[in-house]
């Protein structure tokens, strides 16, 4: 609606977006803010000083994972930024406490990328255990000579004992997948969560008991340095010989060096990975494994969901910028 004459022209907040963004999400952008986008999704995204050379004169900073928002971005912020809003469930990427110090709203995206990412880990474990990859390269390579009876024999998901590490929504979501294979569910977590969300699923206090009883271990946990390298050697060992790994969490939890030569050994059957210590660039000796599934960061990658954390960021963004209230998803 235009002003009516005689009213000063409303100013819209400007808003900063780091990254391209799906179409709709951008639309709403630019209707409600004074929009500046990254068209290009180029890589100015991951340069922090950038990102604040561009935050001139913004109210707030949409941002997403893997974007360098470290103690020396914020401290290179505007004090026009009042609040960063990431396109992301994950804050690994985001100092918090650099964003208090300046008095910085920092927001996130839980929840609608559960289903998303639940079912990415499930993927990963059926490509893990019925050598899909292995199956797919073969015939993408021309190299397939026929059915037989011995041939790519993987080992089937049902029965076997999933074990859940970090028992958050996604977590939760990917035990409600797993039942229907009637996988029993055990999980690790800091702390053991009512009758109503275990649904059934055993809690384990320790690593030990936990990667002793499992057949599938699924990763689950945030990054930062209190998981770093936390699938190390010790723990690959408590697993049963031959245990399936899937991490969509974080790659900095796996101890790479050690899961190469664990899968290179036997000792881990298989593995599918979708994060990376360092992304883009993947752990080297990843690539010579056959009985190892990767893909891309995918966990979140559907219409459904990536729509509904840009219009979830945005409704953080209006709260502060917008209405002036406490945002709903607040991290810091
Ligand atoms: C997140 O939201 O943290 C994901 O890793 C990005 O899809």
Known sequence: MSPAEGEPPVTKPVLLLTRKLPQAVEARAARDYDARLNTEDAPWSRDGAEIARRAAGAAGILCAAGDPMNAA???ALPDSVRIVATFSVGTDHIDLAAAKARGIVVTNTPDVLSFATAEIAMTLMLMAARRAGEGERMVRARAWTGWTPTQLMGTTLEGKALGIAGFGRIGRELAK???GFGMPIHYRNRTRLPADLEMGATYHDNDASFLG????????MPGGEATRKWLNADRLGMLKPGAIVVNTGRGTSVDDAALVA???SGRVGAAGLD???GEPRVFEGYFGLENVALLPHLGSATVETRDAMGFRALENLDAVLRAGREPPHRVA
């Open 275 to 277: 994060v990376y210590d």
């Open 177 to 179: 997948m797993a039942r």
């Open 73 to 75: 971005t914020f401290a």
């Open 262 to 264: 664990a899968l290179q």
């Open 213 to 220: 009883a499992i057949d599938v271990l699924s990763m689950h």
